[in-house]
T-cell receptor
Framework: SQTIHQWPATLVQPVGSPLSLECTVE??????LYWYRQAAGRGLQLLFYSVGIGQISSEVPQNLSASRPQDRQFILSSKKLLLSDSGFYLC?????????????FGPGTRLTVL | AQKVTQAQTEISVVEKEDVTLDCVYETRDTTYYLFWYKQPPSGELVFLIR????DEQNEISGRYSWNFQKSTSSFNFTITASQVVDSAVYFCALLNAGNNRKLIWGLGTSLAVNP
């Protein structure tokens, strides 16, 4: 079974500062990887997904970006954070490369932008 | 249109009560998958079950059971003899096998099990 790591667990950043959140996956190869954001109120919003190294699809235009430098590493970045970027960020992975496989989630990063 | 509706925003029960969480979905695809996830206060989303559209058999896992009915487009989740540890937000989600292969999420049901 796969294990998904995310760090940091919590982060408090000032407006205008950069951001880098990391997600790594163990126990599977060639996964599809996903970044979600969950704002207060519980809704899950898909931000980015990736089917392979260097392949990123963006779902929502915003000041965030994602990169996949290695097969099992997915990074979420921003050059300048906004107040509206606050939220709970979840990384998800599927076993193998099929979109219809089950998504498993990491423990999440709670980001507060002040 | 693809949509998942969890009409119950919050449910509060007393320990040992049975509770059913409703999930109604909309899709035009004939092949699709339904999921339930649990999100405890720690925040991590925990996968509970996956069902494909061709398998309407009900599933039981310990105190958890799921009732999938295509006729009513519902995939309801029942917890029998609820426990305090069941307190969490529960999400139902839909995945179509067609072109738009992204999870469609319900807004979740917050379950509080009180001692």
């Amino acid at each position: 079974s796969q294990t998904i790591h995310q760090w940091p667990a919590t982060l408090v950043q000032p407006v205008g500062s950069p951001l880098s959140l990391e997600c790594t996956v163990e126990g599977t190869s060639n996964p599809n990887l996903y970044w979600y954001r969950q704002a207060a109120g519980r809704g899950l919003q898909l931000l980015f997904y990736s089917v392979g190294i260097g392949q990123i699809s963006s779902e929502v235009p915003q000041n965030l970006s994602a990169s996949r430098p290695q097969d099992r590493q997915f990074i979420l970045s921003s050059k300048k954070l906004l107040l509206s970027d606050s939220g709970f960020y979840l990384c998800a992975s599927t076993s193998g490369g099929s979109f219809t496989n089950t998504q498993y989630f990491g423990p999440g990063t709670r980001l507060t932008v002040l | 249109a693809q949509k998942v509706t969890q009409a119950q925003t919050e449910i509060s029960v007393v320990e040992k009560e049975d509770v059913t969480l409703d999930c109604v979905y909309e899709t035009r695809d004939t092949t699709y998958y339904l999921f339930w996830y649990k999100q405890p206060p720690s925040g991590e989303l925990v996968f509970l079950i996956r069902r494909n559209s061709f398998d309407e058999q009900n599933e039981i896992s310990g105190r958890y059971s799921w009732n999938f009915q295509k006729s009513t487009s519902s995939f309801n989740f029942t917890i029998t003899a609820s426990q305090v540890v069941d307190s969490a937000v529960y999400f139902c989600a839909l995945l179509n096998a067609g072109n738009n292969r992204k999870l469609i999420w319900g807004l979740g049901t917050s379950l509080a099990v009180n001692p």
